[in-house]
């Protein structure tokens, strides 16, 4: 559909509207007719994209939906409100639950649908006050609750509630007074990511384990799902909830409308400054350079665009994101003879078996691992990194790094060496066997970003210590690490793989 095509459906089917009776029939079927009548004002320009007719035909049929966009792409205005508000009208749902990443954003969601529901004047027309805190029409918004609202139940019956991320949702039900009980089939989550909550795995692990037993598993099963949402980093709870619904049948299905690939922006600040037509965007631009240009809404609301880390807090933004950071690590550094009796020491190895001074260099650290028992029985283990190495060039010949493995495998007392199989790992790791050495040759079946984050709570929380004298290369590259391309990450794989403990599970449940 071409934007002007679009521009004249517009025109035409509000004529259509305008009689009362087609149109309260008409919206009851198509969530489209609705928004364009009932939401006009939401409608910033005389055309919508392409794809909001999309999302309008898999809302009005029931289908869950996987949303992820730019900011300014109306996914809350017209997913979050303007669906709950048709629901609403036409008692579609029983009972709905927001959620958000905090409770005070789902109560300020709550408050701006019940907003909708007082205020706007199509709606009271045509369905009558199905909001009103004193039974009466709002005529002021300052008359609405100045923070949010919890929860409310509508004129006609609908029970509305909102919920933080960590609050469950199973066992919830409400009383309709024809239906009888009703639990919720209706749920929106919208932002449940940000800069904060995405910066380890092991939280997204708990929320993810969280969602699919006390949220998912809280709903009745026709339930419609409304993900909402942008990708803050390249892993979180909304990159977990495209990838394990988008081809399962086994599963709740999302009708897996994914905008754009998952990519990072670097470079120069990404200016936060818009304006909201075409026209304005081009007259304000006239002699700027592009980096330092305002950005047109309009394109955004009709330009579909990927909607990986574009800015979605509105502020500057500065190349990709840093995982480890310079105080998780400084207060970790410590001396040779500050170091206890470890029960086993291990080598990691990220292989790169070339002699070619461009390509990248081969990784070698060494770990020695302590199991501490705590007071209630339970152990954990403490980490420290007793040394790094980089062979690059001409050091990096399969001779001289038989030699130097060997080398710290002898000093350091080491019980196995991990090497990744790809780069010539797999050769590499085979010479090191003939010289007697404990190898296991793994292959990556992770990218890196994710390899680093299982181990980045761990580091944040000090369970990982480096030696002075021997780790500032492995330090460095810890700390500038972004997971881009062309970003040096050799001492980062071998200082993940030589913290992995698979062979020694006998070590952490005590057996001898």
Request: positive net charge.
């Amino acid at each position: 559909m071409t934007k002007s095509k679009s521009s004249d459906l517009l025109i035409e089917e509000k004529e259509l509207l305008k009689n009362k009776a087609t149109r309260i029939a008409l919206c009851e079927k198509s969530f489209y007719h609705f928004v364009i009548y009932y939401f006009e004002n939401s409608i910033r320009y005389p055309q919508l994209a392409p794809y909001h007719f999309q999302r309008f035909k898999s809302a009005q049929s029931g289908l869950s939906m996987y949303v992820e966009g730019q900011r300014e792409s109306a996914k809350s205005t017209f997913l979050g409100l303007a669906l709950e508000c048709w629901k609403i009208c036409y008692q579609k749902a029983d009972f709905i639950c927001n959620i958000c990443y905090n409770k005070t954003k789902a109560t300020a969601f709550n408050k701006m649908l019940a907003s909708e529901l007082s205020l706007n004047k199509k709606i009271i027309a045509d369905f009558g006050l199905l909001f009103s805190k004193r039974k009466a029409v709002y005529d002021k918004d300052e008359m609405l609750p100045e923070t949010g609202v919890s929860e409310f139940v509508t004129s006609n019956f609908v029970k509305v509630k909102a919920f933080g991320m960590g609050e469950s949702v199973r066992g919830e039900q409400f009383r309709h007074p024809k239906k009888g009980v009703r639990r919720p089939d209706h749920l929106m989550l919208d932002d449940i990511d940000n800069a904060d909550n995405t910066k380890n795995t092991a939280l997204i692990d708990k929320d993810m384990f969280f969602l699919q037993n006390e949220v998912f598993g809280g709903l009745v099963h026709w339930a419609q799902i409304i993900y909402l949402g942008n990708v803050i980093r390249m892993d979180g709870r909304g990159v977990r909830i495209r990838e394990q619904y988008k081809e399962n049948p086994k599963r709740r299905q999302f009708s897996n409308f994914v905008y754009g690939p998952a990519g990072t922006r670097s470079g120069k600040i990404q200016r936060s400054r818009y304006v909201e037509t075409i026209a304005e965007a081009q007259k304000l631009n006239q002699g700027v350079p592009v980096d330092e240009g305002v950005i047109a809404l309009e394109i955004l609301r009709t330009d579909l665009k990927s909607g990986f880390n574009q800015n979605y807090l509105g502020i500057p933004e500065m190349g990709a994101q840093k995982f480890v950071k310079a105080e998780w690590i400084m207060g970790q550094k410590i001396t040779a003879d500050q170091l206890p009796k470890f029960d086993f020491v291990q080598i990691g190895i990220d292989p790169a078996f070339s002699k070619r001074t461009t390509s990248d260099a081969i990784g070698i650290v060494v770990t020695g691992h302590q199991r501490i028992t705590l007071q209630d029985g339970t152990t954990k283990s403490h980490k420290y990194v007793l040394k790094s190495i980089a062979l690059e060039g001409e050091d990096k010949n399969q001779k001289n790094f038989v030699a130097v493995a060997k080398r710290c495998y002898e000093e350091y007392g080491v019980s196995r060496i991990i090497i990744e199989s790809n780069n010539g790992g797999q050769i590499l790791g085979e010479q090191l066997k003939e010289q007697e050495m404990a190898v296991d040759i793994v292959s990556a079946n992770k990218d890196k970003v994710t390899r680093l984050k299982e181990h980045e709570l761990a580091i944040q929380n000090g369970e990982i210590f480096f030696v002075n004298g021997g780790t500032e290369g492995v330090i460095s590259q810890l700390l500038d690490f972004t997971g881009e391309e062309g970003n040096r990450d050799d001492l980062v794989d071998a200082f993940v793989y030589s913290l992995r403990t698979e062979a020694f599970r006998f070590w952490f449940s005590g057996q001898s």
